[in-house]
């Protein structure tokens, strides 16, 4: 193996192992432990991996928490790549599935969804096996809107070791740990509500 393959091996493990500590704290407060999560999780990831394949995105049409935690950690097992739009709305949906085309949906309602879009629902099922990640780290697994202030919603994407190594930054710099509560006051459709109410609390054991 090259040194580059080695490093990516490496820095595979380490984020891996990240979001599979403290597996018995919740992640939402109130809500199921990290480990009810990742088992969710991977069932959703063989849900949406049986209606369609690995390169197929997928729309996040809700800004529930926890829903958007499972459809993360489920791209990250090797699940479809993300579309997010700006906010929850059938406009948004809509002009997200201009930019990246997509045919599926987790959350949302037959209001939200375009026609032709069908809603998979992130159930309570779970699936046995460990948690690990099945995605390139410098492949995009998530394509972000902005909100269209400048004229008119832009995309741009992220890769599983720009959006993980961004959290652990934080989490760091922040001094951030399993004893620590965040409050969440951005939807986490929005780059910085996804950093902070999902992706931070899920590398750094801290609770939203």
């Not at 004893?179 to 969440?184: E, K, N, S, T």
Request: hydrophobic share 45%; aromatic share 4%; charged share 20%.
């Amino acid at each position: 193996m090259s040194r580059s393959g080695r490093a990516d091996a490496d820095d595979s493990r380490l984020f891996g192992a990240l979001l599979r500590a403290h597996q018995g704290r919740p992640l939402f407060l109130g809500g199921p432990s990290r480990r009810e999560i990742l088992a969710r999780a991977l069932a959703l990831r063989d849900r949406l991996l049986r209606g369609g394949g690995a390169d197929e995105p997928v729309c996040l049409a809700t800004d529930d928490r926890e829903t958007v935690a499972l459809a993360l950690l489920a791209s990250l097992a090797g699940g479809p790549p993300l579309v997010i739009p700006h906010d929850a709305s059938r406009e948004a949906v809509d002009a997200a599935r201009n930019t990246v085309p997509f045919a599926r949906a987790v959350g949302g309602s037959g209001a939200v969804l375009p026609s032709g879009v069908r809603r998979v629902r992130a159930a309570a099922g779970v699936a046995s096996g460990p948690f690990r990640l099945g995605r390139s780290l410098d492949r995009t697994f998530v394509h972000l809107h902005t909100g269209g202030s400048t004229g008119r919603p832009q995309a741009w994407a992220k890769t599983p070791r720009n959006l993980l190594a961004e959290a652990a930054l934080h989490a760091e710099r922040h001094g951030l740990g399993p004893a620590d509560r965040i409050v969440a006051t951005v939807t986490p459709l929005h780059i910085y509500g996804l950093l902070f109410s999902v992706v931070v609390p899920l590398v750094s054991g801290a609770a939203v």
